[in-house]
């Protein structure tokens, strides 16, 4: 798969595996799958449907727009997709006005990079302003940048916003672990070249060569990373 973001310039072989971390946000290092599902069935409640559960695996992780499109073809509800995008942001940033809840390990991992100087990033199909809303209770110390999702032509699942984060980090993708929580997200890190540790939130994601699927984030911390990286 091509992509428009340009090859830069990596750092030396002598910095330690991971490179970087990059990091996905909701269902990965904050608890807000849910949230997000709930915004979405009460404003489709609202237009006068119901949303099936199963259709929660398909929306969960992709890009506002890709999961709004589908609601709206599923459902025939009489919205714009514009206007249904921009309902369900302003829906999703009021509720978590008082902050979100992290996942478990989530904080003792950020600590643990910060500690040792590992570049992160926060690269989240979510748009601005609500990556910076969460970042409030994250921290945004903890991060080197944040890359989101209505500020990229294509995002996740395409490889896009990984390889942005790579190149603005100025490493090599190929020597980035990548934290998931959904198959969309993984998609587009495998596809970016990057190593995946896969935390599954909503639905399964498989093993695979490259990818590592643990139980929860209190699995991951530096030492894991590194052996992932380096095959053992």
């Known amino acids: 798969m091509t992509s428009s973001i340009p090859a ?35 404003v489709f409640a609202e237009l006068g449907h119901q949303l099936l559960e199963e259709y929660r695996e398909v929306v969960v992780g992709g890009p506002m727009t890709r999961s709004a499109s589908f ?43 910060a500690a040792h100087s590992v570049p992160t990033a926060l690269v989240s199909a979510s748009h601005r302003h609500i990556i910076d809303q969460v970042l409030a209770t994250l921290g945004p110390e903890n991060f080197a940048l944040s890359v989101a999702g209505d500020e990229i032509e294509r995002t996740k699942p395409h490889p896009d916003p990984y390889l942005l984060a790579a190149a603005r980090l100025g490493v090599d993708p190929g020597q980035c672990a990548v934290v998931e929580d959904t198959m ?27 990818r590592t699927v643990v139980g929860s984030l209190e699995e991951v911390d530096l030492r894991f990373l590194r052996g992932m990286m380096t095959g053992r």
């Open 184 to 210: 969309t997200g993984v998609r587009a890190a495998e596809a970016a070249g990057c190593r995946v540790v896969a935390v599954p939130s909503v639905a399964p994601i498989p093993a695979a060569a490259g």
């Open 71 to 113: 609601l709206i073809q599923a459902t025939g509800a009489k919205i714009a997709l514009t206007e249904l995008t921009v309902l369900l942001n302003t829906r999703f940033a009021e509720m978590i006005g008082g902050g979100v809840p992290l996942m478990p390990g989530a904080r003792r991992l950020l600590a643990e990079l």
């Open 8 to 42: 830069v310039e990596t750092r030396s072989p002598a910095v330690p595996a991971p490179h970087a971390v990059l990091l996905d946000m909701d269902g990965t290092l904050v608890d807000t799958e849910g949230f997000w599902w709930e915004v979405e069935v009460a």
